[in-house]
């Protein structure tokens, strides 16, 4: 069941793009909320709310507060759910909601969507976590400063792109020129029925250059061999190729990290590339000080990756320094990348890679 409670809206502590941070009152406590205003619309101090406090609960991380489900009553409107298209997005729950896909009839992007059958070699990157979108497109950017960037967003983490506060300081710094959710997430400039036709927009609409895919923030894992969403990177594989693109992967690679499992190569990239994947990528892999770089080339070799995959090796500082020029902050797991910097040099050294193939 859902964890519900009501609360009082204290302050209002940040407006960003689909996105209003809350300072809310639970049961005699301060706590924070989110709260969609595409899905609820906007908010006021002092208004009565309803909380979904599962996550905090749990003690979740990445979306450990509570989320606005509904408002009083008398401070919605209750007819304003009126808008473009008729795709739907969280099907079947309360939270349902029309979108204008560009696949639909309606949409000014339909005959685009219909022309356009391959990628026809464009790089992809394939990062499996939220936390290298930023490495990615840094880069991406350092290589080529003039490359068009589209995000696309599957559905396997945060369904919602305004939960990401990545997402916007990307598009700010012009890392990142377009965005696209895919699936049953939403919020993107472009919303898509599935990963297929998202790729496709991305290149028949936005014009990208360069395309990354990464799932949205709150990676899910158990500790299990196929209990986790980034497995999601195989298939993603899998759909690059099948649309005629260049299949670039981003590895998952630690030396901070204290768990076995992702000490070096992660096991996670491992299963995700190598029995997920049913077909061969590019994996990219950072120049890095000559102990790690044995250490994570015998785990490549090892694990069988090699056999499958081309393995190419490329710089990720320059788009380290370029993140840190345009004023980027980037982090994973409470880690910055002067803490464990191999995690952030290979989404950035993926980046590098991609923007040399689209040239």
Same mark, same amino acid.
């Given at each position: 069941?859902?964890?519900?409670?009501? /609360? @009082?809206?204290?302050?209002?502590?940040?407006?960003?793009?689909?996105?209003?941070?809350?300072?809310?009152?639970?049961?005699? @406590?301060?706590?924070?909320?989110?709260?969609?205003?595409?899905?609820?619309?906007?908010?006021?101090?002092?208004?009565?709310?309803?909380?979904?406090?599962?996550?905090?609960?749990? /003690?979740?991380?990445?979306?450990?507060?509570? *989320?606005?489900?509904?408002?009083?009553? +008398?401070?919605?409107?209750?007819?304003?759910?009126?808008?473009?298209?008729?795709?739907? %997005? !969280?099907?079947?729950?309360?939270?349902?909601?029309?979108?204008?896909?560009?696949?639909?009839?309606?949409?000014?992007?339909?005959?685009?969507?219909?022309?356009?059958?391959?990628?026809?070699?464009?790089?992809?990157?394939?990062?499996?976590?939220?936390?290298?979108?930023?490495?990615?497109?840094?880069?991406?950017?350092?290589? #080529?400063?003039?490359?068009?960037?589209?995000?696309?967003?599957?559905?396997?983490?945060?369904?919602?792109?305004? &939960?990401?506060?990545?997402?916007?300081?990307?598009?700010?710094? /012009? *890392?990142? +020129?377009?965005?696209?959710?895919?699936?049953?997430?939403?919020?993107? +400039?472009?919303?898509?029925?599935?990963? *297929?036709?998202?790729?496709?927009?991305? =290149?028949?609409?936005?014009?990208?250059?360069?395309?990354?895919?990464?799932?949205?923030?709150?990676?899910?894992?158990?500790?299990?061999?196929?209990?986790?969403?980034?497995?999601? !990177?195989?298939?993603?594989?899998?759909?690059?190729?099948?649309?005629?693109?260049?299949?670039?992967?981003?590895?998952?690679?630690?030396?901070?990290?204290?768990?076995? =499992?992702?000490?070096?190569?992660?096991? !996670?990239?491992?299963?995700?590339?190598?029995?997920?994947? @049913?077909?061969?990528?590019?994996?990219?892999?950072?120049?890095?000080?000559?102990?790690?770089? %044995?250490?994570?080339?015998?785990?490549?070799?090892?694990?069988?990756?090699?056999?499958?995959?081309?393995?190419?090796?490329?710089?990720?500082?320059? /788009?380290?320094?370029? #993140?840190?020029?345009?004023?980027?902050?980037?982090?994973?797991?409470?880690?910055?990348? =002067?803490?464990?910097?191999?995690? &952030?040099?290979?989404?950035?050294?993926?980046?590098?890679?991609?923007?040399?193939?689209? %040239?």
């Amino acid at each position: 069941m859902i964890d519900l409670a009501l /609360g @009082q809206v204290k302050q209002i502590l940040e407006r960003r793009a689909g996105a209003v941070e809350l300072l809310v009152e639970v049961g005699g @406590q301060a706590a924070t909320a989110i709260l969609y205003p595409s899905l609820l619309g906007d908010v006021e101090t002092g208004e009565t709310v309803v909380l979904n406090t599962t996550a905090v609960r749990l /003690g979740l991380g990445t979306g450990g507060v509570h *989320f606005v489900v509904a408002r009083s009553p +008398d401070r919605m409107r209750l007819d304003s759910g009126h808008g473009p298209g008729h795709i739907i %997005k !969280q099907r079947y729950t309360p939270l349902q909601h029309r979108c204008l896909s560009v696949e639909e009839a309606d949409s000014p992007h339909r005959a685009a969507i219909e022309a356009c059958c391959s990628l026809e070699g464009m790089p992809v990157v394939l990062a499996p976590l939220h936390s290298m979108l930023g490495p990615a497109a840094a880069g991406i950017k350092a290589a #080529a400063a003039e490359a068009c960037i589209a995000y696309v967003m599957p559905d396997c983490a945060a369904l919602p792109i305004a &939960f990401s506060r990545l997402v916007p300081a990307l598009k700010r710094a /012009g *890392f990142v +020129d377009a965005t696209i959710t895919t699936g049953q997430a939403f919020g993107g +400039d472009l919303e898509a029925v599935n990963l *297929f036709s998202g790729l496709i927009a991305a =290149r028949a609409v936005s014009r990208a250059d360069v395309i990354i895919v990464a799932q949205g923030p709150g990676n899910v894992g158990t500790g299990t061999e196929y209990g986790f969403s980034a497995i999601a !990177q195989g298939e993603w594989v899998n759909a690059v190729s099948a649309l005629g693109g260049d299949a670039i992967a981003v590895p998952r690679l630690s030396f901070a990290d204290q768990r076995e =499992r992702h000490r070096g190569l992660s096991r !996670q990239t491992v299963v995700a590339l190598g029995v997920a994947a @049913q077909v061969g990528a590019t994996i990219v892999l950072p120049e890095l000080p000559t102990d790690q770089r %044995k250490e994570i080339e015998a785990q490549v070799e090892s694990s069988g990756l090699a056999a499958k995959h081309e393995i190419v090796t490329a710089p990720g500082e320059p /788009g380290l320094q370029e #993140a840190e020029r345009r004023g980027i902050e980037l982090g994973s797991m409470g880690r910055a990348p =002067r803490e464990d910097p191999v995690f &952030f040099l290979a989404a950035a050294a993926a980046g590098a890679v991609a923007a040399e193939r689209a %040239k």
